[in-house]
């Protein structure tokens, strides 16, 4: 069984201040974990993902995102907001053995960037 | 370029009218599957299909149906809709865990299906 709650389902920053979106796991497999991007009106985009390999792991448009094992958390983070990084973000979760890519959602946080 | 498309993209029916979404990708990837997006719940999956004719249920599968007879098509059928499959849908295509490559999932843009 796997899960994937995140902590917050708003998060509200300025422009230039840094992002923290925080998700936490549950797996009984070694996972996989992955973080998406949906812009208004858009499909999901792959941020970033972990498949065992660093734990510290970079995304495009300056995101990372580092795997705990201790704490079961995968938390998102950006150095500086940008306007264009208003949208919603869902963790993800899939184990890394068996046969079937079962890929479960959290509930999204979204991201508001003020001036 | 490598894309998965849905048509339509928008659809407004009533109840117990049978619709067909389509699904395609060109990217001859092995796995597909879809997801419905609702308010507060993320994305919960619907059906997927580890290759042609190999479809399975998900999490939410009541009210839907699907086939796999080609490996870039993967359709949803909602044989009689109801209000409560008002909902927006994803076709997502993938590679499968077994192929010993990634298990990234690549998006389709979306349908937004109103059932009045």
């Known amino acids: 069984a796997q899960s994937v709650t995140q902590l917050d389902s708003h998060v509200s920053v300025s422009e230039g201040t840094p992002v923290l979106l925080r998700c936490n796991y549950s797996s009984s497999y070694s996972p996989s974990l992955f973080w998406y991007v949906q812009h208004p009106n858009k499909g999901l985009q792959l941020l970033l993902k972990?498949?065992?390999?660093?734990?510290l792991v970079k995304g495009i448009n300056g995101f990372e995102a580092e795997f705990k094992k201790s704490e079961t958390s995968f938390h998102l983070t950006k150095p500086s907001a940008h306007m264009s990084d208003a949208a919603e973000y869902f963790c993800v979760v899939s184990p890394r053995t068996g046969t079937a890519s079962k890929l479960t959602f959290g509930t999204g946080t979204r991201l508001q960037v003020t001036l | 370029e490598a894309q998965v498309t849905q048509n339509p993209r928008y659809l407004i029916t009533v109840t117990g009218k049978k619709l067909t979404v389509t699904c395609s990708q060109n990217?001859?990837?092995?796995?597909m599957s879809w997801y419905r997006q609702d308010p507060g719940l993320g994305l919960r999956q619907i059906y997927y299909?580890?290759?042609?004719?190999?479809?399975d249920k998900g999490d939410v599968p009541e009210g839907y149906k699907v086939s796999r007879k080609e490996k870039r098509n993967f359709p949803l059928i909602l044989e009689s809709p109801s209000p409560n499959q008002t909902s927006l849908y994803f076709c997502?295509?993938?590679?499968?865990?077994?192929?010993?490559?990634?298990?990234?999932?690549?998006f389709g843009p979306g349908t937004r299906l109103t059932v009045l």
């Open positions: 990217m001859n990837h092995e796995y």
């Open positions: 299909s580890m290759n042609v004719e190999v479809t």
């Open positions: 972990y498949t065992s390999a660093a734990t």
């Open positions: 997502a295509s993938g590679t499968p865990r077994t192929s010993g490559r990634t298990d990234t999932q690549y």
